[in-house]
């Protein structure tokens, strides 16, 4: 199993990203998907998730700023993010939980937010 992410990059405090990343391989069934973030010196802590049945779960620190979302037919996971601060500034990583074979994650794309 392999998840590609990108959307990443430079933006301005109150900006907006949007974040993809796509799972491929031996996928069987996906019981969750979700994005973490972790800058450095931290724990790696979870964004957001989204559960098969399409139930989500925030991080209060982003709760009416970020949207998780998943194309089913594409294996893929979204994290919309809107007015960006600087707090938010991290590498973010991606993940699939897949029901029986275990927890994957993606490489980590950037995201640098200036003032």
């Known amino acids: 199993v392999q998840l590609q992410a990108s959307g990443g990059g430079l933006v301005q405090a109150g900006g907006s990203l949007r974040l993809s990343c796509a799972a491929s391989?031996?996928?069987?069934?996906?019981?969750?998907m979700g994005w973490y973030r972790q800058v450095p010196g931290k724990m790696r802590e979870l964004v957001a998730a989204?559960?098969?049945?399409?139930?989500?779960n925030y991080a209060d620190s982003v709760k009416g700023r970020f949207t998780i979302s998943r194309d089913n037919a594409k294996n893929t996971v979204y994290l919309q993010m809107n007015s960006l601060g600087p707090e938010d500034a991290a590498v973010y990583y991606c993940?699939?939980?897949?029901?029986?074979?275990?927890?994957?994650w993606g490489q980590g794309t950037q995201v640098t937010v200036s003032s």
């Open positions: 989204i559960i098969s049945g399409g139930s989500t």
């Open positions: 993940n699939v939980v897949l029901d029986p074979d275990g927890i994957y």
């Open positions: 391989g031996s996928i069987g069934s996906i019981k969750a």
